[in-house]
């Protein structure tokens, strides 16, 4: 059974930080490009970061450029989302995404930056 189950998600005030992880099974991860989407109510998802299938590519939303780092560990067949100096704009529900033949969602981890 495919799964993606987030966590580290919470809330913080802005300047801080978080770092959310999405552990895969059921699934040959290390073949599957890997995203971070995010999305709050009445609003498209939206892409936040992706890493390629071996780690040697990444690519960011411009809004979270500099502030936030994609990276993963196939032997653990986790990706991660390091996220500093996070805003207020920031808040959303983050949802992990993978991608090869077929594509699975994660059930997404909350994420509230607020002072």
């Known amino acids: 059974q495919v799964q993606l189950v987030e966590s580290g998600g919470g809330s913080v005030q802005p300047g801080g930080s978080l770092r959310l992880s999405c552990a895969a099974s059921?699934?040959?991860?290390?073949?599957?490009?890997m995203r971070w989407y995010r999305q709050n109510p009445g609003k498209q998802r939206e892409l936040v970061a992706g890493?390629?299938?071996?780690?040697?590519?990444?690519n960011y939303a411009d809004s979270v450029k500099g502030r936030f780092t994609i990276s993963r560990d196939n032997a653990k067949n986790t990706v991660y989302l390091q996220m500093n100096s996070l805003k207020p704009e920031d808040t959303a529900v983050y949802y992990c995404?993978?991608?090869?033949?077929?594509?699975?969602w994660g059930q997404g981890t909350q994420v509230t930056v607020s002072s």
């Open positions: 995404y993978a991608r090869f033949r077929r594509f699975y």
């Open positions: 059921g699934f040959t991860f290390g073949s599957y490009d």
């Open positions: 890493i390629s299938s071996a780690g040697g590519s990444t």
